[in-house]
């Protein structure tokens, strides 16, 4: 079935009769379409709120993505990708979510840089925390030595860090990494 609808008030009135699932084919194939860029904006994020209403994570941080590259606003554009760097570690995507840090550092200006140096790294820290209460050690242990070797620190956050690193390492049965740090510690 090919969709015909072209304007956000055409597709937002369609959208009201559908359940999740209908609507997220109903605006994929609405993307097929040649919309113009707010219209393409409106259909991108409300799937993206679908995605992760129904957590679906990794799709909705992809949307995220590609809904960064059609902001002219810069602010706007570094909010998005920070969004997809919360998803893509909820998805359990580091890697993923490291390109979208890094590209959302490179969009920032000068003054930005600090917040979202700090926004992400305490979407890590976050993570981290709730792997490891959930018991989900190896996640934690990846993301833990992320922090510690790519965010500046503090020496409180450092060594905050170091003792969660050494918990899981014991509990891993990392003996030569926990010792080297018990070491350093």
Request: with cysteine; charged share 35%.
């Given at each position: 079935?090919?969709i015909v609808d072209k304007t956000k008030d055409e597709?937002?009135?369609?959208?009201?009769?559908?359940?999740?699932?209908?609507?997220?084919?109903?605006?994929?194939?609405?993307?097929?379409?040649?919309?113009?860029?707010?219209?393409?904006?409106?259909?991108?994020?409300?799937?993206?709120?679908?995605?992760?209403?129904?957590?679906?994570?990794?799709?909705?941080?992809?949307?995220?993505?590609?809904?960064?590259?059609?902001?002219?606003?810069?602010?706007?554009?570094?909010?998005?990708?920070?969004?997809?760097?919360?998803?893509?570690?909820?998805?359990?995507?580091?890697?993923?979510?490291?390109?979208?840090?890094?590209?959302?550092?490179?969009?920032?200006?000068?003054?930005?840089?600090?917040?979202?140096?700090?926004?992400?790294?305490?979407?890590?820290?976050?993570?981290?925390?709730?792997?490891?209460?959930?018991?989900?050690?190896?996640?934690?242990?990846?993301?833990?030595?992320?922090?510690l070797k790519d965010f500046p620190l503090d020496l409180?956050?450092?060594?905050?860090?170091?003792?969660?690193?050494?918990?899981?390492?014991?509990?891993?049965?990392?003996?030569?990494?926990?010792?080297?740090?018990?070491?350093?510690?």
């Amino acid at each position: 079935m090919r969709i015909v609808d072209k304007t956000k008030d055409e597709i937002s009135g369609k959208m009201k009769k559908m359940g999740d699932y209908v609507k997220m084919g109903y605006l994929k194939d609405c993307l097929k379409n040649t919309l113009d860029i707010e219209t393409r904006r409106f259909v991108l994020s409300n799937l993206a709120g679908i995605y992760e209403n129904r957590k679906m994570f990794s799709e909705s941080a992809k949307i995220y993505r590609t809904l960064s590259e059609l902001n002219l606003n810069k602010n706007s554009k570094v909010n998005d990708l920070l969004k997809s760097v919360q998803l893509f570690m909820r998805a359990g995507m580091i890697d993923e979510a490291d390109m979208s840090y890094m590209k959302a550092l490179s969009s920032a200006t000068e003054q930005e840089k600090q917040r979202v140096i700090e926004g992400v790294k305490s979407f890590y820290r976050a993570q981290a925390a709730a792997h490891h209460s959930q018991g989900k050690r190896r996640h934690a242990l990846v993301i833990y030595e992320r922090i510690l070797k790519d965010f500046p620190l503090d020496l409180q956050e450092k060594r905050f860090v170091k003792e969660q690193l050494l918990d899981l390492y014991k509990k891993l049965g990392k003996v030569r990494e926990y010792l080297d740090l018990s070491k350093k510690l």
